[in-house]
C-alpha cells in the first residue's frame, strides 16, 4: 500500500490492510480468552482481516462484522459469514447473541463510546467474552495525526497526549486516546466482569521490515517491558471483559437504562419497540452472576 490515507482517515481511522507479526500477535493474545468457536462480531470489522484469521483458526465459528463505511463493508464481505451496515452505539443484533466480541481501536473512533459499550455488553451471551484493544494516553505518540490550521496532517504526532486536555482535543479533536481508568468506566455498570486488563506495545513491523536488526531489537525489548512499570507507555490497552449471568433469566440489568432512556420513536428502526421495553426492565446489580 502507498503512503496515503483514506477520505475516512480522520474520522474513522484506517482499516487494517495486510497482515503482519503485529497482528498475528494480538489475534495470539485473543486465543488466550477465546477459542473462536461460535458467534465472533468483529465490532468495527474495517476489510475483514480479523474476521479471516479467526477463520483460519477455526474454520466452524460464524464471523460477523459490523462497519459502518459501505465500500470497507463490501471488500470485508469475501472475508467473513456476514457483515452488516450500521453504528456500534446502536448494533443491529439481537441480545444476548455472541460468544466473543472484538473491538481493536475502535472505540476511539465513535460518536459516544458509552453507547457503544453497553452495546457490546447487549449483544454478548451470557458467559462470552468482550475483547477490547484502545489507544493508551501515555503513549508517547499520538498516531493519528493532528489537527492544524484547518487541515488534519496524518502521522505520528509526539507527546500530543500529554497536553492537558483542552490543548490535546484541540489537537485531536478527531480520535479519543484512554486511561485504564477513563477505558473502565465506559463499562461501569454494565452486567461484565474483568477477565484480563494490560497495556501492549505495536509489532513495529514497518521498522522491523526496513531494518531487521534494530526493529527486531526495539520489538524484543518492548514486548520485554510489558512485564515491568514500563508499560504505563504502551501503545494500546488490551482488556478482556465476560458478561455475567442473570440469576433471572428475564432480568436486564438498571444499567441498560442510563444508557437506552430515550423514547423508542428516537431510536434506529433496527431497534423496534419490544426490544425498547425488553432493555428498559429493571434489575437489581445482584440479579447477576459470573459464569461458572
Known amino acids: 500500500m502507498t503512503a496515503t490515507h483514506s477520505d ?22 485473543i486465543r488466550q480468552w ?28 460464524l464471523r460477523v462484522g459490523l462497519e459502518v463505511e459501505f ?5 470485508a464481505l469475501a472475508r467473513a459469514d456476514g457483515i452488516a451496515l450500521g453504528m456500534g452505539e446502536q448494533l443491529p443484533f439481537a441480545a ?43 503513549y508517547p505518540v499520538e498516531q493519528h495525526g493532528v489537527y492544524w490550521r484547518g487541515h488534519y496532517r496524518f502521522g505520528n504526532a509526539p507527546l500530543v497526549n500529554y497536553l492537558p486536555d483542552p490543548l490535546r482535543n484541540r489537537l485531536a479533536p478527531h480520535v479519543r486516546t484512554y486511561t485504564a481508568g477513563g477505558l473502565r468506566r465506559l463499562f461501569a455498570g454494565l452486567p461484565l466482569r474483568e477477565l484480563h486488563y494490560g497495556r501492549i506495545f505495536g ?27 514500563l508499560a504505563v507507555l504502551g501503545l494500546s490497552h488490551f482488556l478482556v471483559l465476560e458478561k455475567l449471568r442473570p440469576r433471572d433469566p428475564a432480568a436486564i440489568t438498571a444499567a441498560f437504562n442510563a444508557v437506552y432512556a430515550t423514547e423508542p420513536s428516537e431510536l434506529d428502526p433496527v431497534l423496534s419497540e419490544m426490544q425498547y421495553r425488553t432493555l428498559m426492565e429493571n434489575s437489581a446489580d445482584d440479579d447477576w452472576t459470573a459464569d461458572s
Open 96 to 138: 444476548d447473541s455472541f460468544d466473543l466480541i472484538l473491538s481493536n481501536e475502535v472505540l476511539e473512533h465513535v460518536a459516544d463510546d458509552r453507547a457503544c459499550a453497553a452495546e457490546m455488553a447487549r449483544v454478548a451471551r451470557p458467559g462470552g467474552r468482550i475483547v477490547i484493544f484502545a489507544p493508551n494516553r501515555w
Open 203 to 229: 509489532g513495529y513491523d514497518n521498522i522491523v521490515r526496513r531494518y531487521p536488526r534494530l526493529g527486531g531489537g526495539i520489538r524484543r525489548a518492548l514486548y520485554a517491558a510489558e512485564g515491568t512499570p
Open 71 to 75: 465500500d470497507r463493508a463490501v471488500a
Open 8 to 29: 475516512k482517515a480522520a474520522e474513522r481511522g484506517e482499516p487494517g490492510y495486510v497482515w503482519r507479526a503485529g497482528q498475528e500477535r494480538r489475534l495470539a493474545m
Open 34 to 61: 477465546s477459542d473462536l468457536d461460535g458467534r465472533i462480531l468483529d465490532n468495527g470489522a474495517g476489510l475483514g482481516t480479523y474476521l479471516e484469521a479467526c477463520g483460519r483458526v477455526n474454520p466452524d465459528s
